[in-house]
């Protein structure tokens, strides 16, 4: 096997032309694919450091218009107080805190507000220090806050005397109890957080039904699943809209994993079709190679030939060609990682979180398990074809290459019965699809929307749509009929509307024709 891979590399520096083309072809293919399954990881495969993660849920409010709404102080609390199928409910909500040192200029820094029992929740204790715990969270005790890895280092240069330190924020004297450390500060979790305090409500706050601002999650007890604490939450839910029929009359409570929350399962669905068109392009490129190899093959029929005459078996063939184009898929994925390094900072500091630019996506043991993998993999699909052609080639036939035949003219050394069809053939396979989809892409944006100004009959559908559908009932000639009905958005969200327009319940019409 050694010697099979001092040839290969023999090989390749006999033909610096070819393999520059197919190592830079294999790199753009194999780097692509790793700069999306680092993104991918980064965003879906990377395990929280959290204690058992899969036990945490996250707990939003439902209503008509959402179904991921924060909750009340008092339905919070009754909640935490109520429910059995968690081993813990912890809430919290963002707000800012304003940071004035002396002698330097007030900072406005990102920061949360979080119950007593938040950081024990997630079982990661902090770097130096302690965390907030229930003895803080109580109106009228002294301040504390607990700084970010990232903000200790920007703002106090790493200094661990911090601790026990108090500075002002928000005019009032606040003591720094801990750090946390620095897989806590994943801006996926909660977004950019430089300081954490306690919640501390008073006995008026915590009876408040009205306000919703408190984000909840909680950790369920072993053995306990998520349906079986969704139908408790439910009928926690149903209670309460039954005690406080003024506030709770349509709320409802929902569960959901809180892996699932942190990332959401648009950009998870987003982020695996990303992969499988980065896996299309690397398609593309060994199909594109295959074909260079078949035409290498034909020029080294001879060569091969010689190596059975002289005793080589077809399968010892076959292997010394898949170890070159292992080779040559090795150092393209070396060129790959490259690529990927640059691509992940491209992508990285284009996504926004909490008003900030940058995240950080790294090269990790994951990604390059995933590099090398894939590197061998694609050595050995370009290779194959190629390398069966080659063990099943007529040795006679070959040997007698470039000698005179009986007309005069030179024998050539034919492929197996079959293969030549394969020589220099393009793969319209990957491009077609390619092709399909950006055509698809591009019939979305130019299809019509309905209404459209500048159309020239555009005013006469105006009245159609102003018009209101008498209680619903069937209408002649209207086949289907869809309603729109104003919402008010959350944070990060938003509905479309009609202006002002008289009948804007009504969005559309099908007529039947006659």
């Not at 839910?237 to 994993?257: F, G, H, K, M, V």
Request: net charge positive; hydrophobic share 45%.
């Amino acid at each position: 096997m050694i010697s099979d891979f001092r040839f290969a590399f023999r090989q390749l520096a006999k033909n610096p032309g070819f393999a520059t083309v197919a190592a830079l072809t294999l790199a753009l293919g194999i780097g692509v694919n790793t700069t999306m399954f680092s993104v991918l990881n980064a965003l879906v495969l990377r395990a929280s450091p959290a204690r058992e993660p899969a036990r945490l849920v996250s707990i939003f409010r439902t209503a008509p218009q959402s179904q991921a709404w924060p909750q009340a102080p008092a339905n919070f609390y009754d909640f935490q107080r109520q429910n059995i199928s968690f081993e813990s409910v912890a809430g919290y909500a963002w707000n800012n805190v304003n940071l004035a040192e002396p002698g330097q200029p007030a900072e406005r820094l990102p920061a949360m507000a979080v119950t007593g029992n938040f950081f024990t929740l997630f079982g990661i204790a902090p770097a130096l220090g302690r965390a907030i715990g229930p003895e803080d969270d109580q109106p009228g005790v002294g301040q504390v806050a607990v700084l970010s890895d990232r903000f200790w280092r920007g703002h106090f240069a790493g200094d661990p005397g911090v601790i026990g330190r108090s500075v002002r924020m928000d005019g009032q004297m606040i003591t720094v109890v801990g750090v946390m450390r620095p897989e806590f500060e994943d801006p996926l979790y909660f977004g950019h957080i430089d300081v954490w305090k306690p919640l501390a409500l008073d006995g008026g706050a915590r009876q408040n039904r009205d306000n919703n601002w408190i984000q909840a999650i909680g950790r369920l007890k072993p053995g306990v699943t998520l349906a079986q604490a969704q139908a408790e939450a439910s009928a926690l839910a149903d209670r309460l809209a039954r005690d406080y029929p003024q506030t709770n009359a349509q709320n409802s409570l929902r569960l959901e994993p809180w892996n699932t929350t942190r990332v959401g399962s648009l950009n998870r669905s987003i982020s695996w079709l990303c992969m499988g068109l980065a896996g299309f392009v690397l398609l593309i490129a060994c199909a594109n190679l295959a074909n260079l190899q078949l035409a290498r093959v034909a020029q080294r029929i001879r060569e091969h030939a010689v190596r059975v005459a002289l005793g080589a078996t077809r399968a010892q063939v076959m292997r010394q060609l898949l170890v070159e184009n292992i080779v040559m898929s090795a150092i393209g994925g070396a060129i790959g990682v490259l690529v990927a390094l640059w691509g992940t900072k491209v992508i990285g500091s284009r996504i926004l979180i909490t008003g900030i630019s940058g995240y950080d996506m790294p090269i990790d043991t994951r990604v390059l398990a995933f590099t090398v993998l894939a590197s061998v993999a694609t050595g050995i699909a370009v290779g194959m074809v190629p390398a069966w052609i080659a063990s099943r080639t007529d040795v006679s036939a070959a040997l007698k290459k470039g000698s005179p035949g009986r007309r005069g003219r030179p024998i050539e050394a034919p492929f197996p019965e079959g293969a030549d069809r394969l020589r220099a053939r393009p793969c319209p396979h990957p491009a077609l699809g390619g092709g399909l989809l950006r055509a698809r892409h591009a019939a979305h944006r130019r299809c019509g929307h309905g209404l459209a100004p500048g159309r020239p009959d555009h005013r006469q559908h105006v009245p159609a749509l102003q018009r209101e559908l008498p209680d619903g009932r069937p209408v002649p000639g209207v086949l289907r009929q869809a309603g729109l009905q104003a919402c008010a958005a959350p944070r990060g969200y938003g509905c479309g509307h009609f202006g002002n327009a008289p009948g804007a319940r009504l969005l559309a019409q099908r007529h039947v024709p006659g």
